[in-house]
């Protein structure tokens, strides 16, 4: 029911910055969170960020510091900031919706295609 689209992956250097973006086709106040995921080839799916309902954030202990999730709910649209990046960040970052305010729908989890995020040394 919810498309989810990420744009703003790309090559960049270590300790550079780069800005993620999420685009949603519904609205994104009807979640109880809207996160990113990030995952290498042939590691696991990680989470890297949140943001709940009610403004509340939390961050990988490996990101903390350097990355902020933010969301403009006029636009439907969900951020990542993401500054001082290491090779290590390396990976495909997904948007991730989940939870509807809707208990019938508690469950949801939506997914976006994702971007990919490559930091060199």
């Known amino acids: 029911q919810v498309q989810l689209v990420e744009s703003g992956g790309d090559l960049v250097q270590a300790g550079g910055s780069l800005r993620l973006s999420c685009q949603a086709s519904?609205?994104?106040?009807?979640?109880?969170?809207m996160g990113w995921y990030r995952q290498a080839p042939g590691k696991q799916r990680e989470l890297v960020a949140h943001?709940?309902?009610?403004?509340?954030?939390d961050y990988a202990d490996s990101v903390k510091g350097r990355f902020a999730i933010s969301r403009d709910s006029a636009k439907n649209t969900v951020n990542l900031q993401m500054n001082s990046l290491k090779p290590e960040d390396t990976a495909v970052y997904y948007c991730?919706?989940?939870?509807?305010?809707?208990?019938?729908?508690?469950?949801?989890?939506?997914w976006g295609q994702g971007t990919q995020v490559t930091v060199s040394s």
């Open positions: 991730n919706a989940k939870g509807s305010i809707w208990l019938h729908r508690k469950n949801d989890d939506y």
């Open positions: 519904g609205s994104i106040s009807s979640f109880n969170y």
């Open positions: 943001i709940s309902r009610g403004g509340s954030t």
